[in-house]
T-cell receptor, first 110, second 113 residues
């Protein structure tokens, strides 16, 4: 059964710093990889996703996927206090549902 | 577009009572998912429908949980004989197709006392 794990569990970074979040998965046949962000008391909301090996950048956010290493990551450039939230990674095989990690709680301090 | 609508937002039930949670997916979305979220377990998959048909309910505690999607505009999750360990936020989500981004509702916080 697919296992999705995130690290670290929590992270405190100063405003303006680069933040790096990690996600590992166990099934090499996985086809869809995504990051969601959940502000306190709100619903998770998709940030960005990737299907194939490599990098994808959208604004301050970059997702990097290495299927051979069973690992993908999210990098946040110039972190802002408004980025403080729970970050969830999700992995999906063809024809199934997205399986989520337990999350990394990020706090960006001014 | 009002997004995924879930009702009620909060529900308190006594141990052993029944709870029914409602979800209205985004119009035109063919896939509907139910998850539950707790601090300890995180976001756990329960079940999903595609074009109203049940596809996978492998995450559902079989004896007391059931889900239906009688039409394309709503789905229900029913929990019989609720137990304290059922306390969680139940999230409904929908997506245009099964392999794309899912959009979550605001959730129903269920508290079993």
């Amino acid at each position: 059964q697919q296992k999705v794990q995130q690290s670290p569990e929590s992270l405190i970074v100063p405003e303006g710093a680069m933040t790096s979040l990690n996600c590992t998965f166990s099934d090499s046949a996985s086809q869809y990889f995504a990051w969601y962000r959940q502000h306190s008391g709100k619903a998770p909301k998709a940030l960005m996703s990737i299907f194939s090996n490599g990098e994808k950048e959208e604004g301050r956010f970059t997702i990097h996927l290495n299927k051979a290493s069973l690992h993908f990551s999210l990098h946040i450039r110039d972190s802002q206090p408004s980025d403080s939230a729970l970050y969830l990674c999700a992995v999906k095989n063809s024809g199934t549902y997205q399986r989520f990690g337990t999350g990394t709680k990020l706090q960006v301090v001014p | 577009n009002a997004g995924v609508i879930q009702t009620p937002r909060h529900k308190v039930t006594g141990k052993g009572q029944e709870a029914t949670l409602w979800c209205e997916p985004i119009s035109g979305h063919s896939a509907v998912f139910w998850y539950r979220q707790t601090i300890v377990q995180g976001l756990e998959f329960l079940t999903y429908f595609r074009n109203q048909a049940p596809i996978d309910d492998s995450g559902m505690p079989k004896e007391r949980f059931s889900a239906q999607m009688p039409n394309q505009s709503h789905s229900t999750l029913k929990i019989q004989s609720t137990q304290p360990q059922d306390s969680a936020v139940y999230l409904c989500a929908s997506s245009l197709q099964a392999h794309t981004e899912v959009f979550f509702g605001k959730g129903t916080r269920l508290t079993v006392v």
